[in-house]
């Protein structure tokens, strides 16, 4: 079992930079992917970045090229997203969401992110 607790959210301007963790208990996360969701006001959620325990990346939404960065700290049991150059449509509940491989299994109660313009 897993527990995880996202942090970091809140209100940025536009073009500004946010870092979001996501902190888990338990010591099989650092054998598990992390991934990154985000949900906005009456859209679906989507999948947006996950790294392996290796540390390999997978980049799933193209909106977020170049802009979100995604690492973890095995030793603190921590992941983290940074997002920069953020844009009004990224405003969205972030979930981070842990798993073998890319399947998600746990996941985190959210964080807001919201960007004004």
């Known amino acids: 079992q897993v527990q995880l607790v996202e942090s970091g959210g809140g209100l940025v301007q536009a073009g500004g930079s946010l870092r979001l963790s996501c902190a888990a208990s338990g010591r099989a996360f650092s054998s598990y992917a992390v991934g990154w969701f985000h949900q906005a006001p009456g859209k679906e959620r989507e999948y947006l970045l996950g790294?392996?325990?290796?540390?390999?990346?997978?980049y799933y939404a193209d909106s977020v090229k170049g802009r979100f960065s995604i690492s973890r700290d095995n030793a603190k049991n921590t992941a983290y997203l940074q997002m920069n150059s953020l844009k009004p449509e990224d405003t969205a509940v972030y979930y981070c969401a842990t798993g073998l491989g890319f399947v998600y299994e746990y996941w985190g109660q959210g964080t807001q992110v919201t960007v004004s313009s």
């Open positions: 790294i392996r325990r290796s540390g390999v990346i997978q």
